[in-house]
């Protein structure tokens, strides 16, 4: 309510009037659909002091005396400030209430701009400051708000979920709290309130611009719903009742597309909303009406709003092509972040601007010195070992942390193993990993660096060292990430006590390459990796994890990619 008319009628009190059997029908059936979730829950009225909201807290009222309703809601009245008289209409509220023996709240909206839109967001800003987590909010939404709401996203051409309309009950989180808007008289009438209201000579406050039709609301309440009713009287109910139709209807797309991103997304690429990632080839096995339903889904996932039908075309296009060609970069800004939808060979990705800028960061080189490896992975089964761990890129949004247990290194560089709990017996004797560096009781000093756009590597399952562009596409590592490679090395010639050992062979050995989501094990000549253990080779490498953690507040929250399970001998 932004604008008023019509000075209103004497208070009076109105507990003992008579109640009107079809509202209170509307308002106690829904009453009785969510009596789970409204279970203990504090109730709220948002009341404008407009004929329906103050209809709606007169029936609470005159229920709630008959014992009928479990509870009295409090009233919220929200003072946008927008006209002179603002004020005298919140008083007027206020007083109401006080009548009614009703606890009432008068709060004030800081409206940005002039229209509906803006006051509405400011009115539910103040009010969400004022609940509670799990708190419940009333509003007067009717039938002929939910035929109006219909035909408006008819007229502008909206799916299964928009023309579900306005939903009775439903639960939004902001700022980590959460609560719910409730609105029970969906299926009731404006004419069915405005009798009631009248009945009771409510002192209600008049909204002109209802009725100004200068805007497409109130145009289509007053030009187009009357020519409807002539071709069927029944024309709000109806449509309130496909409303609840395709609300279910809804519902059933909802499961279904759920269901079928379980079997598209590709686990070990999902980082939170910052990237999300499908599989095209499982995509493409689904009939196209649910390939579009999935995609349409997927892209919406961590928003609030759902893309346009022509991104869900373009994004479904994209999710088709076989070629090798994956400059494509559909932009997408959403509302509460941007995103690029981009595919990879069989992959189709939506990744955040934020993820894109972190991805493009330099790095830098980091080290870290062991003292004596041996020692480290022979200690007492009472001390656990702990992990290497280095912070290979961060900033406020995202840290990418590279963790190796020594058990896993000395695996790898052919060292005594014994002592390590986690490494089976049948790994020891048949001597997995045989290297030069094996049993070595010195420091060794290993080294974190990015890998150089020429530097030539050699994975474990390559015949023969790649660099470039070549080794990319051999490791499938999208155009995106080529900037997030590191290269791990290990360097024998750093000693305990600062003297250097005299070690053949003594520079840097390349023994890993590290990706934000990926981890191999390369070949070099001085170690000899044998791929005949599968089992063992896979405990390795959980024993080395390369991980995105993600920063909010400057807080970390878990890790969003849990545990790096792909075979890193690839
Ligand atoms: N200023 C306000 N303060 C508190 N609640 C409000 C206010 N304006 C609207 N609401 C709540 O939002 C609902 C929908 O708002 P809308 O703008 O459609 O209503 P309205 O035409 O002002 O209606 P009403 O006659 O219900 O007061 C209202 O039914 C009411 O519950």
Redesign the pocket.
Known sequence: ??SSAIIPSPIKPIATLPIDDDLAQALLSSLTEYSAQLHGRRVW??????????A?AALCVQLYHHGRLPFLPQL?????GLQADSGVWAQHVARWATAQNLPCQI?R?QVKGQD?QA??HA?YEV?RAVLNTDDVL????HAD?QAETILMRLIQGAGVNGLSGIQPWRTQTQGGRRNALWRPWLTAKRSTISRYAQRLQLP?ID?PT?EAGDNVRSGLRRDVMPVLATYNPNVIDNIARSAQLLSDAQSILNDQAVADLQRVAVNGLQLASAQRVLDTAALNTLPPYRQRQLLHHWLTQDEPLPPTKQLVDAVFGLSRRQDSNHQTALFWQAGLQSYVIRRYRQRLYRISSDWLDWLTLPLGKVEHVISDLTAEVASTPAIRPQPILMILRSDTHFVWQAKIWPHALAALLGGDRSGSATFSKDMLSEGMLRGKLANHQGAMRLSFAPLARQQRVRTVSMPRPQAGKKLYQTLGIPVWLRESLVIVSVDFSHSKDGQDDLIENAAAVPILLLSPFDCWILHTDIMRVESNHPAALNEIAEGIISQIMIQKARQTTKPATPKLRQNPFR
């Not at 009333?138 to 939404?141: D, N, Y």
Request: charge should be negative.
């Open positions: 309510m932004t009225l948002a009341c404008s002091g407009g004929r329906d909201s103050l709606l919220l009245h929200v003072d946008h709060l909206a509906e006051a509405r009115r009010m009333l509003l007067a939404h708000d209600y909204d209802n």
